[in-house]
């Protein structure tokens, strides 16, 4: 079975850019999660969908993000401009249906590690 | 706001000794999971706590849930280079939300 991929696994883009980043899910996997991680700090929660929707946004820093995931598949994360403290590595997870304790597993991408100069 | 707390944040032990990280959580979690990073790669999930007070045993590695379900451990005996790299636990509120712990990087001095 393939696991989390994500893309691309590293970007180095310049302040005020624009970046995307891509997350393919484990096929049947309902929930998605995005997290960051910034030099070597926690990892910290930045959104959470069921299928297509969003089931909680609390964690995205301000409005240059945008998460998508249309179709319930992929998701995107997109940030526009970036800015200097955007720089770190961003992680995917999913997880199959959550409330059922036994699948509620979070499954990791590799990370994209992104760095803005 | 709801946190998760670890200590310590780094460890460095020789080969052979034991280890072990502790995670506390300001609120009651619904369970807990233990994630493991190598350097350079990503969290792996190691295991999931539910119960109050469960103990859980891989191989040389213990994890424990605690009775109020607010902390847990994760203790390795004999500690190897394999070992090394950042240990998070990561725990469930009762809003489904899982928030991480900032890690405990361990190096192993062989």
């Known amino acids: 079975e393939a696991g989390v991929t994500q893309f691309p696994s590293h970007s180095v883009i310049e302040k005020g850019q624009t970046v995307t980043l891509r997350c393919d899910p484990i096929?049947?996997?309902?929930?998605l999660y995005w997290y960051r991680r910034v030099m070597g700090k926690e990892i910290k929660f930045l959104l959470h969908?069921?299928?297509?929707?969003?089931?909680?946004e609390s964690g995205m820093p301000n409005n240059r993000f945008l998460a998508e995931r249309t179709g319930g598949t992929y998701s995107t994360l997109k940030v526009q401009p970036a800015e200097l403290e955007d720089s770190g590595v961003y992680f995917c997870?999913?997880?199959?249906?959550?409330?059922?304790?036994?699948?509620?597993?979070?499954?990791f991408g590799a990370g994209t590690r992104l760095s803005v100069l | 706001g709801q946190q998760v707390m670890q200590i310590p944040q780094y460890q460095h032990v020789q080969e052979g000794e034991d280890f072990t990280t502790y995670c506390n959580s300001s609120?009651?979690?619904?369970?807990i999971q233990w994630y493991k990073q190598r350097p350079g790669g990503h969290p792996v999930f190691l295991i999931q706590?539910?119960?109050?007070?469960e103990v859980k045993k891989q191989k040389r590695l213990t994890f424990q849930f605690g009775e109020a379900k607010k902390n847990s451990s994760l203790h390795i005996t004999a500690t190897q280079t394999t070992d090394v790299g950042t240990y998070f636990c990561?725990?469930?509120?009762?809003?489904?939300?899982?928030?991480f712990g900032p890690g405990t990087s361990l190096s192993v001095i062989p």
């Open positions: 997870a999913s997880s199959q249906a959550s409330g059922i304790l036994a699948k509620n597993i979070q499954y």
């Open positions: 096929s049947g996997h309902d929930n």
């Open positions: 990561a725990g469930k509120t009762s809003y489904d939300k899982v928030i």
């Open positions: 969908f069921v299928k297509e929707s969003k089931q909680d």
């Open positions: 706590l539910v119960k109050s007070g």
């Open positions: 609120t009651t979690l619904s369970n």
